[in-house]
């Protein structure tokens, strides 16, 4: 039951990370790189939520359902940033953002992918 529910939730919530991160934001002011603001944070917990979502949904096939899973969700966030440094998106790329993005989606892989999978062979 809950493969279900999260089959139905994930493609709402992945197209709302993408809208979000493309709004332009006023007067945004472009920071040093700094991996310890609050914000990265939320980048963190944004992308280990939807590579959850994704692998549970089982979307993909089976046999490569985690390793696509890890590549559309890298997808998604490189692709986010790469637009944020558009000019008529009025944001601006940050490696900071992209180290945060990548750092939430691997916990995320290997706290649902790499550790059951591990436990499963002990």
Known sequence: MLRNNIYYWVFPYTFVVI???LIP???LK???FDLFQP???VHLSMYFIMLFGWVKSKFFNESELKFKSLIFVFVISFSTEILQGT???KRYFE???LAA???GILLS???FVLYPYKKSQS
């Open 30 to 32: 472009i920071t040093e």
């Open 19 to 21: 809208i979000l991160s």
């Open 87 to 89: 000019s008529f998106i």
């Open 109 to 111: 892989y290997g706290t």
């Open 101 to 103: 993005n990548a750092i």
């Open 95 to 97: 490696i900071a953002d």
């Open 25 to 27: 934001v006023p007067n």
């Open 39 to 41: 914000d990265k944070l």
